[in-house]
């Protein structure tokens, strides 16, 4: 998994955990499957953009909240990259 997949995988589950909805409430809402869902959260490479934005509405988020912003450089990233936040 490189710096890109890594935060995209650590925004999705911050955002997640912020909610306060449940991982097969957030999969329903998204119209994803549960177990669909699940395997995307351990391989976050693999979240297309639809499923990006399907998901952000679930959260009642802006899609670009589940995206790198401008601090996150490879070997750099920011605290949500490096799993500090």
């Known amino acids: 998994m490189d710096w890109m997949d890594?935060?995209?995988?650590?925004?999705?589950?911050?955002?997640?955990?912020e909610s306060?909805?449940?991982t097969g409430e957030v999969?329903?809402?998204?119209?994803?499957?549960a177990a669909v869902f699940a395997?995307?959260?351990i391989a976050p490479a693999t979240f297309t953009v639809d499923e990006l934005v399907l998901i952000?509405?679930?959260?009642?988020?802006n899609p670009v909240d589940l995206l790198p912003d401008a601090?996150?450089?490879p070997d750099a990233g920011c605290d949500v990259c490096l799993g500090r936040s």
């Open 71 to 73: 601090r996150c450089l």
């Open 56 to 61: 952000a509405v679930a959260l009642d988020r």
């Open 27 to 33: 999969a329903r809402k998204a119209g994803i499957r």
């Open 20 to 22: 306060g909805i449940g």
């Open 6 to 17: 890594r935060c995209v995988g650590n925004r999705v589950g911050r955002a997640l955990a």
């Open 39 to 41: 395997d995307r959260m």
